[in-house]
């Protein structure tokens, strides 16, 4: 059974970092998609950066230079380093896994699993 978690959210000035972390379980890295989204009060949810397929990091305009998708140091984890955060980056971040093709991974449908979210909040 695949299974996903995030961890690391929390309370931030503008200009700090945090890094969240996606446990996973049930898969493959090389076989899937994990991508971390976000969803901010009132907004639809996002796409924030992608690992796919263990070898390649996508990331969205707004985050791009700021946010950086790493292995983390326990097996089957994923993390999500933040850097520079402002308050528009406030949001739950949400991981999710999906065994999606290259043209599909900012679509949140290409993604079957999906973990609760962790909240993200950066002050100004």
């Known amino acids: 059974q695949v299974h996903v978690a995030e961890s690391g959210g929390g309370l931030v000035q503008a200009g700090d970092s945090l890094r969240l972390s996606c446990a996973t379980s049930?898969?493959?890295?090389?076989?899937?998609?994990l991508a971390w989204f976000r969803q901010a009060p009132g907004k639809e949810r996002e796409f924030v950066a992608v690992?796919?397929?263990?070898?390649?990091?996508y990331y969205a305009d707004s985050v791009k230079g700021r946010f950086t998708v790493s292995r983390g140091n326990a097996k089957n984890t994923v993390d999500l380093q933040m850097a520079t955060l402002q308050p528009e980056d406030t949001a739950v971040y949400y991981c999710?896994?999906?065994?999606?093709?290259?043209?599909?991974?900012?679509?949140?449908?290409?993604?079957?699993?999906w973990g609760q979210g962790t909240q993200v909040t950066v002050s100004s």
């Open positions: 049930g898969i493959t890295l090389s076989n899937y998609a």
């Open positions: 690992f796919f397929r263990g070898t390649n990091f």
């Open positions: 999710a896994v999906g065994r999606a093709i290259l043209s599909s991974v900012r679509n949140l449908n290409a993604y079957s699993t």
